[in-house]
């Protein structure tokens, strides 16, 4: 069975810095994108970056410059590091995998995560 557990969100100042890691288990991490997208109040889903073996790293247009995805094959985890935090930054960030080469579409996802909120406010 595929679990993927997000950890690491809470309330941060804007200005401040956040990093989200996702936990997975039950596939073959290395065959796998690892990803992230975001809900936020009132909006459409968004992909923000994704790492794989094959692609390296993507990042949505609101994700570069600010956002770092890595990944750990050794503790199969997924990482996303959001520096100089925006009120625009706050939702709820899914994690996502997809089998192979990373897509930015969320109805190629294979596996989700539940998600983790993100508020952005002083």
């Known amino acids: 069975q595929v679990r993927l557990v997000e950890s690491g969100g809470g309330l941060v100042q804007p200005g401040g810095s956040l990093s989200l890691s996702c936990a997975t288990s039950?596939?073959?991490?290395?065959?796998?994108?690892m990803g992230w997208f975001r809900q936020a109040p009132g909006k459409d889903g968004e992909f923000v970056a994704a790492?794989?073996?094959?692609?390296?790293?993507w990042y949505g247009d609101s994700a570069k410059g600010r956002f770092t995805v890595a990944s750990d094959s050794a503790k199969r985890q997924v990482y996303l590091q959001i520096h100089n935090l925006k009120p625009e930054d706050t939702g709820v960030y899914l994690c996502?995998?997809?089998?192979?080469?990373?897509?930015?579409?969320?109805?190629?996802?294979?596996?989700w995560g539940e998600g983790i909120l993100v508020t952005v406010s002083s």
């Open positions: 039950g596939l073959t991490f290395s065959e796998y994108a």
């Open positions: 996502a995998d997809k089998a192979g080469s990373i897509s930015t579409a969320d109805n190629a996802v294979d596996y």
């Open positions: 790492i794989s073996p094959s692609d390296g790293t």
